[in-house]
C-alpha cells in the first residue's frame, strides 16, 4: 500500500486563523517531499517542496515542516483565506529504485467565513 | 512557458474500445509520469517515462495499459478494451530531472458508458 498518510481527512478553520495539515510517511529512505494544492476539478498545484537535509522551509504564507525522527510533514497555511479551500496532497518521493512520488489520501481543507 | 498539456480534458468510451490520452510536457521537461484519481481520493502511481524510455512501471497494470514517450511527440496512455473501472481522472506531471518539482496537467476524465 501506500507509504504516505494523512492524520485528518478534513480540517475546517476560520478566515484569517493559521491551518496546519499534517502528513505521516513511512519510508525513510525517502528524501524530498512536495505539498501539493488540488482544486475542484483541476490538477494538483505545487505548492512547497522540502529535500531531507533540511527541517524547514517557507514560503509565501506557507510553511513546511519536516520531522525525520518521526517521519511526519507538516503544511503552515498563515492568515487562511477563502482561496485556500481544496484538498492538499502531501507526496514524498523514494529516491532510491522506484522512480515515483507517492501521494497520501488527502485534506479538505474548507473555511468558514 | 506553457504548463503541462493534456488532451482530452474529457473522453467518453463505451466498454470494449480503447482510449488514448496525450501528455505534452513542460518544455525543458524530459521526465513524465501518470497518475490515476478516483472520486475523493489520492493519486496512485501509474508509469514514470523519460524520453524513449520507461523507468518504473510499478502502478500499471499488467493488461490493457501501456504507456510511451516517443522522441518526438507527447507521452500517450494507452487503454484498451476499456472497463467501466477504467473511469477515472487520469493525470501527467512532468519534471525537468529527478528529485525536482512535478507540474500537473489539468487531467484527463475518463467516463466509460
Known amino acids: 500500500g501506500e507509504s504516505v498518510g494523512l492524520h485528518l481527512p478534513t480540517l475546517s478553520v476560520q478566515e484569517g486563523d493559521n491551518s496546519i495539515i499534517n502528513c505521516a510517511y513511512s519510508?525513510?529512505?525517502?528524501?524530498?517531499f512536495i505539498w501539493y494544492k488540488q482544486e475542484s476539478g483541476k490538477g494538483p498545484q505545487f505548492i512547497i517542496d522540502?529535500?531531507?537535509?533540511?527541517d524547514k522551509r517557507q514560503g509565501q504564507r506557507v510553511t513546511v515542516l519536516l520531522n525525520k525522527t518521526v517521519k511526519h510533514l507538516s503544511l503552515q497555511i498563515a492568515a487562511t483565506q477563502p482561496g485556500d479551500s481544496a484538498v492538499y496532497f502531501c507526496?514524498?518521493?523514494?529516491?532510491?529504485?522506484?522512480?515515483?512520488?507517492?501521494f497520501g489520501q488527502g485534506t479538505r481543507l474548507t473555511i468558514n467565513p | 512557458n506553457a504548463g503541462v498539456m493534456q488532451n482530452p480534458r474529457h473522453l467518453v468510451r463505451r466498454r470494449g474500445q480503447e482510449a488514448r490520452l496525450r501528455c505534452s510536457p513542460m518544455?525543458?521537461?524530459?521526465?513524465v509520469y501518470w497518475y490515476r484519481q478516483l472520486p475523493e481520493e489520492g493519486l496512485k502511481f501509474m508509469v514514470y517515462?523519460?524520453?524513449?524510455?520507461?523507468?518504473?512501471e510499478s502502478g500499471m497494470p499488467k493488461e490493457r495499459f501501456s504507456a510511451e514517450f516517443p522522441k518526438e511527440g507527447p507521452s500517450i496512455l494507452r487503454i484498451q478494451q476499456v472497463v467501466r473501472g477504467d473511469s477515472a481522472a487520469y493525470f501527467c506531471?512532468?519534471?525537468?530531472?529527478?528529485?525536482?518539482?512535478?507540474?500537473f496537467g489539468q487531467g484527463t476524465r475518463l467516463t466509460v458508458v
Open positions: 518544455k525543458g521537461h524530459s521526465h
Open positions: 517515462l523519460q524520453k524513449e524510455n520507461i523507468i518504473d
Open positions: 506531471a512532468s519534471s525537468r530531472d529527478r528529485n525536482t518539482e512535478a507540474f
Open positions: 522540502i529535500r531531507s537535509n533540511m
Open positions: 507526496a514524498e518521493h523514494t529516491g532510491q529504485g522506484a522512480q515515483k512520488l507517492v
Open positions: 519510508n525513510s529512505a525517502s528524501d524530498y
